[in-house]
């Protein structure tokens, strides 16, 4: 069975750019987080989308935006990108939104502004 | 809020001898709690999870970690490490708010030396 899978791999952007990272989950999952992992931290909660609605949103600025479509894929799109932003963006899927239900992570998008 | 401390960044340790990695976390609330591991260029894997019952959980490769409320701990052990087992750890708890969203620690590097 295929995991969560996540496109692109890497990709470079230069500072004020715009970038939307792609996440497709698991078969039959209905949730999908977003994730922030900057180097030589632990992952910050960025979103959940459940049945295609918010359900969670992290402390990030509103350039950061999400949505998920009815196939239960989803987008993570930022706006006027920092220097700050690089990070590893991480998506992770699971059954139903609750945490209680194990979360499957994807291998994630490494981002890089100059 | 929630928050997880994990007390060791780096923790180097011979093959075959035992370890443990320290987790501490802060909740008003029940929690979940998780062990995640993350090996180089990929993503995060839930290594074992405590949601409720027995205080002592186990993986399928040989770590162990136990729940401990009234020192708000979660320890992660193992009692002989390999080479394979080097990599970064997460300690992870759930959020209040019955989401799935996960407040993860800052990461122990565990590296196994032959």
């Known amino acids: 069975d295929a995991g969560v899978t996540q496109s692109p791999t890497h990709l470079i952007k230069t500072r004020g750019q715009q970038v939307t990272l792609r996440c497709s989950p698991i078969?039959?999952?209905?949730?999908v987080s977003w994730y922030q992992q900057v180097l030589g931290q632990g992952p910050q909660f960025i979103f959940q989308?459940?049945?295609?609605?918010?359900?969670g949103r992290g402390n990030f600025p509103d350039r950061f935006s999400a949505r998920q479509f009815p196939n239960y894929s989803s987008e993570l799109n930022v706006n006027a990108l920092l220097l700050g932003d690089s990070a590893l963006y991480l998506c992770?899927?699971?059954?139903?939104?609750?945490?209680?239900?194990?979360?499957?992570f994807g291998p994630g998008t490494r981002l890089t502004v100059t | 809020a929630q928050s997880v401390t994990q007390l060791d960044s780096q923790v180097p340790v011979f093959e075959e001898a035992p370890v443990e990695l320290r987790c501490n976390y802060s909740s008003s609330v029940s929690v979940y709690l998780f062990w995640y591991v993350q090996y180089p260029n990929q993503g995060l894997q839930l290594l074992l999870k405590?949601?409720?019952?027995?205080?002592l959980v186990e993986s399928i490769n040989g770590f162990e970690a136990e729940f401990n409320k009234s020192q708000t701990s979660f320890h992660l052990r193992k009692p002989s490490v390999h080479i394979s087992d080097t990599a970064e750890y997460f300690c992870?708890?759930?959020?209040?708010?019955?989401?799935?969203?996960?407040?993860f620690g800052q990461g122990t590097t565990l590296q196994v030396k032959p």
């Open positions: 992770a899927s699971s059954l139903k939104e609750t945490s209680y239900h194990e979360q499957y």
């Open positions: 989308y459940y049945e295609k609605e918010e359900r």
């Open positions: 992870a708890v759930s959020d209040s708010s019955n989401t799935g969203k996960l407040i």
């Open positions: 405590y949601l409720s019952g027995s205080t």
């Open positions: 078969s039959g999952h209905k949730s």
